[in-house]
């Protein structure tokens, strides 16, 4: 089972953790509709520590925001899926799912 997860560090540049200049609400909602646009439903939400699950058939998404302070929040993403050849789908839709929060939210460098 391949897992995917997205770090400051990463050396592929699809899966480096993402900065976005909102707070913690607005990046969670951000967040909730771009997931269910790739057909994840919700299984877990805790905001008290900014961890969501969400599931869709034969993969499990966890997400972790972070709000570092009113104007500063990131967004990590750990993507479990169940077939053995992925051939970087998976990658690929973590990076599209950057897109569309970079589309709904404004990106901030670090």
Known sequence: MPIYRTAENAKDPKIVTRWYQSDYKEVSNAVLSVTKQF??????????FGEFILEKKQATLDVKIISMNRRETAVDFTLNVANIFDFGRSKTMIFEMYQRLGKMLTEKKR
């Not at 057909?39 to 008290?48: A, E, I, P, R, T």
């Open 39 to 48: 057909g994840f439903n919700l299984l877990h939400q805790d905001d008290q």
